[in-house]
């Protein structure tokens, strides 16, 4: 049985292109897969505190022999964990923040790239452990930063979560981006401008 995980980031929920275009994945995936199950996690709705050094020494610590205070320190990320890894497919929101992803999602990276559960080391070569994994990416931008513009090498969202994702183990990846939402802060018609977006997300939604 099919089972997607669609993560959400944007702080701005009804305005949100991001939350639009993945909303519009989930319900055509839902379409083409009537018996999937879809876990929804909104991580602007979920408190996940920074990793400090108590969290990296339950983390690195030998499940039986961590302390009760070090496994109540994991339990949100076990939780993150248990969802990831059950999904074998992900649609993730992300709105560029100050060229980068948003804090919230970074703050989830943290809690799932975990040593012995995302990925692990033999012979000090990295290996990632979430493989079969496909990820979709619905990015909203708002300013143009498409390759070969003037602005492309302040994109730091689509390298960082390629790298990262990579390094768990997540290849099969597709980016689709929405770039230049600030027009709709200027008079932009919003269905106009998402009209192409729409189709694009749905017509991926379809195939996978």
């Given at each position: 049985m099919s089972t997607l995980l669609h993560i959400d980031s944007s702080p701005l929920y009804?305005?949100?292109?991001?939350?639009?275009?993945?909303?519009?994945f989930v319900t055509e995936w839902k379409s083409s897969h009537p018996d999937g199950i879809v876990i929804d996690r909104d991580l602007t709705a979920t408190p996940i505190p920074p990793?400090?050094?108590g969290w990296v020494g339950?983390?690195?610590?030998?499940e039986d022999a961590r302390t009760p205070e070090q496994r109540q320190l994991l339990v949100l990320s076990d939780t993150l964990l248990?969802?990831?890894?059950?999904?074998?497919?992900?649609?993730?929101?992300v709105p560029?923040?100050?060229f980068g992803v948003p804090s919230v999602l970074k703050l989830w990276i943290d809690q799932i790239a975990r040593v012995g559960k995302t990925f692990a080391y033999s012979d000090g070569v990295p290996k990632g452990l979430l493989t079969g994994k496909k990820a979709t990416f619905i990015i909203a931008t708002g300013g143009i930063y498409?390759?070969?513009?003037?602005?492309?090498?302040?994109?730091f969202v689509e390298p960082y979560l390629r790298s990262v994702f990579g390094f768990l183990g997540v290849t099969d990846t597709t980016f689709l981006t929405a770039g230049g939402t600030a027009a709709l802060n200027y008079g932009q018609d919003r269905e106009a401008f998402l009209a192409p977006h729409l189709q694009a997300v749905q017509a991926h939604a379809q195939t996978i």
């Open positions: 009804g305005r949100s292109v991001s939350r639009q275009l993945t909303g519009a990793v400090n050094a339950a983390a690195f610590a030998p248990k969802e990831i890894e059950q999904a074998n497919e992900y649609v993730i929101g560029m923040h100050n498409d390759a070969q513009t003037k602005m492309a090498s302040f994109n």
